[in-house]
């Protein structure tokens, strides 16, 4: 996936009008945890900004209450007979692009996170542990608001989205 998108950014840099790192990048969900992990291998990104993602893939594939995700988990663990604890030990280790594991390579100061209060998609706690991995990135916490309900704050994630933006990019 990395590669995809590492292609697809390349293409677009050989245009004379961009610059190198005059590029920003949003994503919502698994789109900011894909975008953190890539701005960990990819330094011709300016500044990014996550927004409902987090990190520490092990514990959020093992404690997401997406549907989906959770559906899939459940099958998994029935097929191979395991328990809850046994699934997360054989997640630890095996995903070398989290984004955990990639923020020491990231220039903290151009990340921007916004993170949900009552997040249990993408876990609260796993967007709290990537500021950690971040420390210099802007957090906002969109407190009361779930995964689905921070929707409500998208005029003001625009508004602070934009201004991160236009700081790190100018």
Known sequence: VLFDYTQTLDSILEDERFKTNSIGAQGISIGGIILTSLM?????????????GGGNLPEIISNSAEPGIKKEREKIKKRLGISDEEFKAGLKGKIPLDPINLARYIDS??????????DN??????????????PEAKVE???GLT?????IAMPRIK???????????S
């Open 40 to 52: 960990g291998v990819y330094k011709r990104i300016g500044a990014g900004i996550s927004i409902l």
């Open 109 to 118: 100061r151009n990340m921007m996170l916004f993170i949900a209060g009552n």
């Open 121 to 134: 998609t993408v876990p609260y706690e796993n967007g709290v542990e990537l500021a950690k991995h971040l």
């Open 141 to 143: 916490y969109l407190n």
């Open 147 to 151: 995964h689905y309900s921070a929707i």
């Open 159 to 169: 508004k602070k989205s934009l201004k991160f933006l236009e700081e790190r990019l």
